[in-house]
């Protein structure tokens, strides 16, 4: 009989936490897109960038993106040459490589490079930032600065969220520009005979909508890399045991939002 009630009480109080949990989802979420938006409109506005400002978000934008850039170019150029070969070989055994340098655009310059330039700087700096401003968070340095009159999100978090979306910018530009320099090599080899045909393909390609895409596309991966993890942070109860959980929560979101931001994308070019 007290098995029957207890079993009872559950199912009735199952809905109650489910609702909960489903509400506290959405209050998470809501908090990364009103924080999102708000460093936005903040790093838009002239105003943030005084002299400290300056200087610190300077500061994020070599150590996230400057920093890097050789190496993560150069990881990518290696990835870049597997991959149009095996298009480049695989288009000439099916008789289709007059396909071959759009296929190795839209693939490799539209959809890989970016994404692994969000991931890049997602495991080299997402992670870092989260930490960071979670034991910030932890230790009470924000209240801190609020007692001083500084504004912590303007003078810590907002340079943070700058830095990664320069970062994911710049590498996936960089990168895709020395992509289709070897994608032309791959192609044509090093014959001059080949300009014409590769800018009319790279044209038809990279018209004024995908450009837009392209650049929209960017323009999340930068922002989810910093306003996933540090959302993320500043839920985090101020208990030091709590941060890694803090770092393994945002980092799950941040690369689900990836993957859905890739999907879309994917789905609004070629559905």
């Known amino acids: 009989m007290r098995q029957s009630t207890s079993y009872h009480h559950d199912l009735i109080r199952a809905p109650g936490e489910l609702?909960?949990?489903?509400?506290g989802w959405l209050a998470s979420w809501w908090r990364v897109f009103h924080f999102g938006a708000l460093a936005l409109v903040i790093a838009l506005s002239p105003s943030t960038y005084d002299r400290e400002n300056r200087a610190v978000t300077a500061k994020q934008i070599y150590f996230t993106a400057w920093q890097v850039l050789p190496w993560f170019t150069l990881l990518a150029a290696l990835l870049?040459?597997?991959?149009?070969?095996?298009?480049?070989?695989?288009?000439?055994?099916?008789?289709?490589?007059?396909?071959?340098?759009?296929?190795?655009?839209?693939?490799?310059?539209?959809?890989?490079?970016?994404?692994?330039?969000?991931?890049?700087?997602?495991?080299?700096?997402?992670?870092?930032?989260?930490?960071?401003?979670?034991?910030m968070h932890i230790r009470g340095d924000f209240d801190a600065m609020r007692l001083v009159g500084a504004d912590p999100l303007r003078r810590e978090l907002v340079p943070r969220v700058i830095g990664s979306a320069v970062s994911v910018v710049a590498l996936a530009t960089v990168?895709?520009?020395?992509?289709?320099?070897?994608?032309?090599?791959?192609?044509?080899g090093f014959s001059p005979w080949g300009f014409a045909g590769f800018t009319r393909t790279v044209g038809q390609v990279f018209d004024l909508q995908v450009m837009l895409g392209l650049a929209l596309k960017m323009?999340?991966?930068?922002l989810a890399v910093a306003v996933i993890p540090i959302t993320a942070s500043l839920e985090t109860p101020r208990e030091v045991r709590l941060a890694p959980v803090a770092v393994l929560r945002g980092m799950v979101?941040?690369?689900?939002?990836?993957?859905?931001?890739?999907?879309?994308?994917?789905?609004?070019?070629?559905?």
């Open 19 to 23: 609702g909960s949990a489903f509400a």
């Open 219 to 222: 323009l999340l991966f930068g």
């Open 80 to 135: 870049s040459m597997v991959l149009i070969r095996i298009v480049v070989a695989t288009t000439q055994n099916y008789g289709l490589s007059q396909y071959a340098l759009e296929m190795v655009v839209r693939v490799l310059v539209l959809e890989l490079i970016p994404l692994l330039a969000a991931l890049f700087v997602a495991l080299r700096s997402g992670a870092a930032i989260n930490t960071e401003v979670a034991l």
């Open 175 to 188: 990168s895709g520009a020395i992509a289709l320099v070897l994608a032309y090599i791959g192609v044509y």
């Open 253 to 271: 979101r941040l690369f689900l939002v990836l993957v859905l931001l890739e999907g879309a994308s994917l789905a609004v070019k070629y559905i």
